[in-house]
């Protein structure tokens, strides 16, 4: 055995065991036990480099490589070593480092297969890819991904080159330009893997393997001629249009990048000259890759929020195995599946079995699309139990409210609940907008009280406000953060203030789109400005996506006194129709989609989009000056995670950062005079 800081190589030539074949471990410094996960950093890549120079002067018959992490094989480039780039040309030497190694991996003249469990991203499937071979384990957390466009970069260690040849250029941008990710079967099926065996069987799956190594893998004709000459524009111009739906060139960069990289250079970024608007250098200086590594890093620090911080209610003590929701509503409905989904044990009350039945339908359809397997459908069916008597309260651990949105109604509820529940149980309300000052009222114990806040829809949108009110204890709300992060979504600890941090930043926005619709500005024109700030649907779609009753009530919770308040929303609702959900809102919705009368035309988008988002930078500032969220990085975290808003920008603080405080004040002196008091700046800029 030969040990480096993250390597570990067995190499014992006549052992019997091993017959000739030598086992190389990645185990991201192992000896002190600092990192869960396995990573790239320049060191990781120059003791690879080493471990190969070792393995060409002693070659064995063949190599296996392994994780020796119990999550996955790699997650990819060290993130942290992006953010201590000084300057782009940093950048590109990192991507040159990889490419190097990599080649000196593809170049060992033996047999070389990669056996990947768990998450193999970015630079880890791109190791996978120089080697000869690759086995996958075949459980469902296994997956292989190129997700370097959502970091705004591209595929740089030979993933870009490699991929193509293997599998063909359709289905590999197609892994690249959405960095999806796909787990063993779908792996083998497209060719990306040579077999799929579970993780237990590995070591022998390797020695069997490597006793007799077959041809390496060839892609089939028909994926084979996407990458000719004749055909790779074609293909080339095909992703294009199919990225150009999804994403503005000049906010997104990465995606035409990499079909450039791939069409015009081989993949090869070595091979761009820095002055091309794709080379490493370019996508490095262009703000959108740095918003979206920071991104990526505000997510993991959301995630620590429902983890290890806070030892004594950390992610695995924060005893909740039972919930039981009372609202079997959009929201109730839909949070108490996701919970099931998740493997807890769930019981769903409302006032009849009438109203809870179209939420046990609904999870029935999502549980089929998402397990695709009958007996785990069957056992997600299991953990959902409806429960008209409320048998639940009893003996759950976590009460989530969903009830309709009104204070006295849920009071009644809590008044009725609370001396049926266990004394440790948790009493959480998915209210939007009622403060928990009022809910606690008549609580014989208000610090088990607290906001567990989900979005609409509950399966897809990431972020959860964990709210405190005045009354909550601070177990509460570290076990809360821990229940929400052990159902896969983003835990965000806000204080309990009308509209909380996300509606409340959201609803000026909303608010002054709603203004200039009645100023007589189309709403064809107002979405299209929305877009191009890069919001992912325009505000006016949006209020119809969200349910004008719902937009309605929301605005009026949060209405200023003074400021503008939008009449046709109010006449729509009175009219009953509600937006998408009623078939008619702002715009008549045909089977989904709403009907837009024209374009912007050539009006100039810019000075609407700067009029709709900077009530909502303000309203940021405001936040973080009364301390609704912890810091303006956490603040920009849940807007994004929240709602959408614009990534590539970095949130609304960002935004203000980048564009500069003494311009956007200026616009908003302007849009005072013009527009009135709404648009006076928050006492926070003064400190920013
Ligand atoms: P909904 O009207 O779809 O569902 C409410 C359900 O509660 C109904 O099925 C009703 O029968 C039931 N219910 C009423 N009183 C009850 C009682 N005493 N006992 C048992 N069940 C009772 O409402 P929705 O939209 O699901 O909202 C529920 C809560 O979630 C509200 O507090 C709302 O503010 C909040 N919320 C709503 C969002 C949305 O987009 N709709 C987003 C985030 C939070």
């Known amino acids: 055995m030969q040990a480096w800081k993250h390597w570990r190589l067995e190499h014992t030539p006549n052992a019997s065991d091993h017959s000739g074949l030598a086992f190389l471990y990645f185990d991201k410094s192992y000896a002190d036990g600092s990192e869960k996960t396995n990573t790239f950093s320049s060191e990781a ?14 070659p064995p018959k063949a190599l296996a490589i392994f994780s020796a992490k119990e999550n996955g094989f790699a997650a990819g480039a ?21 490419n190097e190694v990599f080649d000196q991996v593809a170049a060992l003249p033996f047999p070389t297969l990669a056996m990947i469990h768990g998450f193999c991203m970015g630079g880890g499937t791109e190791l996978a890819l120089a080697c000869r071979y ?46 999806r990710g796909v787990d063993g079967k779908k792996a083998k099926r497209m060719g990306l893997v040579d077999d799929v065996t579970p993780r237990r069987h590995f070591a022998n799956a390797a020695k069997v393997f490597l006793a007799k190594p077959r041809a390496p893998h060839q892609p089939a004709f028909r994926e084979a001629i996407t990458n000719w ?13 199919t990225v150009a739906q999804r994403a503005r060139k000049d906010h997104y960069p990465a995606p035409y990048a990499i079909i450039d990289l791939w069409e015009k250079f081989g993949g090869d970024p070595r091979a761009v000259p820095a002055s091309d608007p794709i080379s490493i250098q370019s996508l490095f200086s262009h703000p959108t890759a740095p918003n979206l590594i920071r991104i990526f890093k505000l997510q993991d620090r959301l995630k620590a929020l429902g983890g290890s911080a806070g030892a004594a209610a950390g992610a695995e003590d924060f005893h909740i195995k039972h919930v039981h929701v009372i609202g079997a509503g959009v929201m109730g409905g839909d949070i108490a599946a996701w919970c099931a989904l998740r493997g807890f044990k769930v019981t769903l009350q409302d006032l009849d079995h009438g109203r809870i039945a179209p939420a046990i339908k609904r999870a029935a359809e999502a549980y089929k699309k998402r397990l695709k397997l009958p007996h785990l459908v069957q056992a997600a069916m299991d953990r959902l139990m409806p429960d008209v008597k409320g048998d639940g309260v009893a003996h759950c651990d976590l009460v989530i409210e969903a009830i309709v949105e009104n204070a006295e109604i849920k009071k009644n509820l809590y ?11 948790i009493l959480a309300t998915n209210t939007s907008s009622i403060p928990l000052q009022e809910l606690s009222i008549g609580l014989a114990r208000p610090e088990r009280l607290v906001g ?67 100023e007589g500005i189309s709403a064809e024109t107002i979405d299209a400005a929305a877009k191009e700030f890069g919001m992912p649907m325009g505000p006016i779609e949006l209020a119809d996506v969200v349910g004008l009753d719902v937009g309605l009530a929301v605005g009026r919770e949060l209405h200023k006194p003074g400021n503008p308040q939008p009449a046709r929303i109010q006449e729509l609702v009175e009219a009953k129709k509600l937006g998408k959900k009623s078939g008619e809102g702002f715009y008549k919705w045909v089977n989904g989609k709403p009907q837009k009368a024209h374009g912007s035309g050539t009006v100039d988008l810019a000075p609407l989009w700067m009029r709709m988002t900077l009530p909502a930078v303000n309203e940021a500032v405001a ?66």
């Open 45 to 58: 890549l120059h003791e690879l480099a080493d471990v190969c120079a070792q393995l060409k002067r002693n």
């Open 78 to 98: 060290d993130i942290d070593e992006f953010t201590r780039f000084k300057g782009a040309e940093e950048a590109f030497a990192f991507t040159s480092l990889g």
């Open 134 to 179: 690759r086995i996958m384990d075949d459980g469902a957390k296994s997956k292989m991904a190129l997700p370097e466009v959502m970091l705004g970069i591209v595929p740089g260690w030979g993933g870009a080159k490699r991929l193509p040849e293997l599998i063909g250029a359709a289905q590999a941008l197609d892994l690249m330009l959405t960095g």
């Open 229 to 241: 000459p004749i055909i790779r524009g074609l293909v080339a111009n095909m992703s294009r249009k």
């Open 415 to 425: 008044a009725a609940i609370e001396p049926r529940m266990k004394a440790s149980a």
């Open 452 to 518: 567990i806040h989900f979005f609409n829809p509950v399966a897809q949108m990431m972020l959860v406000e964990i709210v405190e009110g005045p009354g909550t204890s601070a177990e509460t709300m570290q076990r809360s953060q821990a229940f929400v992060k052990k159902i896969d979504k983003l835990p965000l600890p806000v204080k309990s203030a009308p509209g909380f941090l996300v509606n409340r930043i959201l609803t000026p926005y909303m608010t002054e789109a709603q203004v200039m619709l009645a």
């Open 623 to 688: 936040c973080v000056r009364e301390g609704i969220v912890a810091d303006a990085d956490l603040c920009d975290a849940g807007i994004i995670f929240g709602t959408g808003f614009a990534p590539h920008r970095g949130g609304p603080l960002n935004y203000l950062r980048a564009t500069g405080k003494e311009k956007l004040l200026a616009e908003m002196k302007s849009l005072e005079q013009q527009h009135g008091q709404r648009f006076i700046a928050d006492a926070g800029w003064a400190t920013l």
